[in-house]
Antibody, heavy 123, light 110 residues
Framework: QVQLVESGGGVVQPGRSLRLSCAAS????????IHWVRQAPGKGLEWVTV????????YYADSVKGRVTISRDNSKNTLYLQMNSLRAEDTAVYYC????????????????WGQGTLVTVSS | QSVLTQPPSASWTPGQRVTISCSGS????????VYWYQQLPGTAPKLLIY???QRPSGVPDRFSGSKSGTSASLAISGLRSEDEADYYC???????????FGGGTKLTVL
């Protein structure tokens, strides 16, 4: 079955960087776009970014544009989220979610989710 | 403030039918499919409804979705205690070139 396992979260000081990973299994990773979605403590869901199946196209939310980079290594079935210049408001559980296959790739909805990894930005 | 508007909370008794609304605009709900997610306490979200009104396998037919114009709704009939969760609507926004979520509705089963 589809499995997505996030890692790399932790406590980081404001202004520092962190890289999250999402290890995928149970499906052909290289044929699916993948999203990152985050959830601040006690708050709702916020979409962060999406990457196409081959890594050639990406979209970002305005709240993270310029500070965050999504990438993937299809040979390792792994997705990454490089986060720079972290702020307190980036504190959240970060989920990776597989995008459903769609004729318009970025409109593929979140059909499977990982359990998330917590990022805490604090001095 | 979320692009999609949902009521923050709803409280109903077991067995009743509850409807959760999701209001947007022409650039999001008005021109794209709507999706609904259920998030039980302490867990990851789970797909409940896709493409406005389709249920994934394994989702009970007590759950149904609909869309009209720039609004969408999730209906839950025969409410059960295990339905107590947060519910989110989501869709693509053509103007923002990104996905948007509703603020979530916390459903309490009394």
């Amino acid at each position: 079955q589809v499995q997505l396992v996030e890692s790399g979260g932790g406590v980081v000081q404001p202004g520092r960087s962190l890289r999250l990973s999402c290890a995928a299994s149970g499906f052909t990773f290289s044929t699916y776009s993948i999203h990152w979605v985050r959830q601040a403590p006690g708050k709702g869901l916020e979409w962060v970014t999406v990457i196409s199946y081959d890594g050639s196209n990406k979209y970002y939310a305005d709240s993270v544009k310029g500070r965050v980079t999504i990438s993937r290594d299809n040979s390792k079935n792994t997705l990454y989220l490089q986060m720079n210049s972290l702020r307190a408001e980036d504190t959240a559980v970060y989920y990776c979610a597989r995008a459903s296959l769609s004729s318009v790739w970025m409109k593929g909805f979140f059909d499977s989710w990982g359990q998330g990894t917590l990022v805490t930005v604090s001095s | 403030q979320s692009v999609l508007t949902q009521p923050p909370s709803a409280s109903w008794t077991p067995g009743q039918r509850v409807t959760i609304s999701c209001s947007g605009s022409n650039s999001n709900i008005g021109s794209n499919f709507v999706y609904w997610y259920q998030q039980l306490p302490g867990t990851a979200p789970k797909l409940l409804i896709y493409r406005n009104d389709q249920r994934p396998s394994g989702v009970p037919d007590r759950f149904s979705g609909s869309k009209s114009g720039t609004s969408a709704s999730l209906a839950i009939s025969g409410l059960r205690s295990e339905d107590e969760a947060d519910y989110y609507c989501a869709t693509w926004d053509d103007s923002l070139s990104g996905w948007v979520f509703g603020g979530g509705t916390k459903l309490t089963v009394l």
